[in-house]
């Protein structure tokens, strides 16, 4: 079956460091992918892994882990328009892209 | 160069109703699909096609049907509309490499 899970809230300080994770099971996998979706908007693409290890793209840095199914997203030097969902994801080897629920991130001065 | 457009953005449907989601994209993208979003949640696949005449189920499918005649366009169906089905509805393009484009949402209440 499929099961992507992420935490469901969470809160950080304007300046601070946060890191969302992602725990994965899925029937494949072909890459693990992070978006930010602010309130009624579609999803933004922040990050893409599908090897092992960290990508680093500005203020945000992304973690894969296939052995473990795991992944985390680092968000650096928080800002407030930073509060937004992060949703994970997983492709499927049939290009099929399966999400989590989605982690609610609330910035706070 | 207008990337994935979904039409409407808002409608209201009564039960029973039927209609028709719009979506096309000029990228001349292979994978195209439908999503689901629920208040305060993830996305749920509702239906995917892989190019020109293939279509295949997602998570979430019943209640829905798709076609995909053209590599351009991917119309959602839904035949008898019930409460249920109150959403918004993503419909995302993609080639072979990453990159999914989202188009900007259609917001959907039955009543």
């Known amino acids: 079956g499929q099961n992507i899970d992420q935490p469901t809230e969470m809160t950080a300080t304007e300046g601070a460091i946060v890191q969302i994770n992602c725990t994965y099971q899925?029937?494949?996998?072909?890459?693990l992918f992070w978006y930010q979706q602010h309130a009624g908007e579609a999803p933004t693409f922040l990050s893409y892994?599908?090897?092992?290890g960290l990508e680093e793209k500005g203020r945000f840095s992304s973690f894969l882990s296939r052995s473990k199914g795991y992944s985390y997203l680092l968000l650096k030097e928080l800002q407030m328009k930073d509060s937004a969902s992060y949703l994970c994801?997983?492709?499927?080897?049939?290009?099929?892209?399966?999400f989590g629920a989605g982690t609610r991130l609330a910035v706070h001065p | 160069n207008a990337g994935v457009t979904q039409t409407p953005k808002f409608r209201i449907l009564k039960i029973g109703q039927s209609m028709t989601l719009q979506c096309t994209q000029d990228?001349?993208?292979?994978?195209m699909y439908w999503y689901r979003q629920d208040p305060g949640m993830g996305l749920k696949l509702i239906y995917y096609?892989?190019?020109?005449?293939?279509?295949d189920k997602g998570e979430v499918p019943n209640g829905y049907n798709v076609s995909r005649s053209t590599t351009e366009d991917f119309p959602l169906r839904l035949e008898l509309a019930a409460p249920s089905q109150t959403s918004v509805y993503f419909c995302?393009?993609?080639?072979?490499?990453?990159?999914?484009?989202f188009g900007s949402g259609t917001r959907l209440t039955v009543v």
């Open positions: 994801a997983v492709r499927e080897f049939n290009n099929k892209l399966i």
């Open positions: 995302a393009s993609s080639e072979d490499s990453y990159g999914y484009t």
């Open positions: 990228m001349n993208h292979n994978y």
């Open positions: 096609s892989v190019g020109a005449g293939i279509t």
């Open positions: 899925t029937s494949g996998f072909n890459g």
């Open positions: 892994n599908v090897l092992d």
